[in-house]
């Protein structure tokens, strides 16, 4: 199992910048897939960003440029940087860990954190 606890939303006026983090209750080198994942209301959940445990990422094409995520081994943490912030951007955002034992995948979520970007 694992645990995950994201902070570092708030608001921020669009072209601002924000910085979330997903600190896990494990080593992220035994999780085999991490992710942020962004839930705006009315709309579905949407990968933001997801990195392999091997450091291979994939970004949605609506942030790319704009968001980096990276990782601190040490800390147990996976960041999510945010520039030149755009209303749409505004939601929930969810930190994610897959699990892979036995060939069956574990989805692991934290509790979320709001980002709101005003225009």
């Known amino acids: 199992q694992v645990q995950l606890v994201e902070s570092g939303g708030g608001l921020v006026q669009a072209g601002g910048s924000l910085r979330l983090s997903c600190a896990a209750s494990?080593?992220?080198?035994?999780?085999?897939?991490m992710g942020w994942y962004r839930q705006a209301p009315g709309k579905q959940r949407e990968l933001v960003v997801g990195?392999?445990?091997?450091?291979?990422?994939n970004y949605a094409d609506s942030v790319k440029g704009r968001f980096t995520i990276s990782r601190d081994v040490a800390k147990n943490t996976v960041y999510l940087q945010m520039n030149s912030l755009k209303p749409e951007d505004t939601g929930v955002y969810y930190c994610?860990?897959?699990?892979?034992?036995?060939?069956?995948?574990?989805?692991?979520w934290g509790q979320g954190t709001q980002v709101t970007v005003s225009s």
């Open positions: 990195i392999t445990a091997a450091g291979t990422t």
């Open positions: 994610k860990a897959e699990l892979v034992v036995s060939l069956s995948d574990y989805d692991y």
């Open positions: 494990r080593s992220i080198f035994s999780i085999n897939n």
